[in-house]
Nanobody, 125 residues
């Protein structure tokens, strides 16, 4: 079983950047497909981006393409989310998640078995 801890959230002005990290313990991260999701107040949790076990495949939600970049360093047991050109509508709690059951990048949260506690990202206008 893997434990996930997100960090790097905070308050940033529109147009700014943040880099989120998701550190894993208890298991080797390389055995999981990883994803980032977010949930804004009053809204459903939504898929942001995912990455396959060896970084060969990435999948982005349409609204994040060109602005967000996911990467992973399996040697450091860490996944990153670089967010650029942030908008107020990006304000949400961001969660990383691990999928052990499949080898493809799933966009549905139901396929992810382990979740971090989330990190708040607030973008001011």
């Amino acid at each position: 079983q893997v434990q996930l801890v997100e960090s790097g959230g905070g308050l940033v002005q529109a147009g700014g950047s943040l880099r989120l990290s998701c550190g894993a313990s208890g298991s080797t991260l390389s055995t999981y497909v990883m994803g980032w999701f977010r949930q804004a107040p009053g809204k459903e949790r939504e898929f942001v981006v995912g990455i396959s076990r060896r970084s060969l495949v990435t999948k982005y939600a349409d609204s994040m393409k060109g602005r967000f970049t996911i990467s992973r360093d399996n040697a450091k047991n860490t996944v990153y989310l670089q967010m650029n050109a942030l908008k107020p509508e990006d304000t949400a709690v961001y969660y990383c998640a691990a999928n052990q059951r499949s080898t493809i990048v799933e966009v549905d949260a139901k396929y992810y078995d382990y979740w971090g506690q989330g990190t708040q990202v607030t973008v001011s206008s």
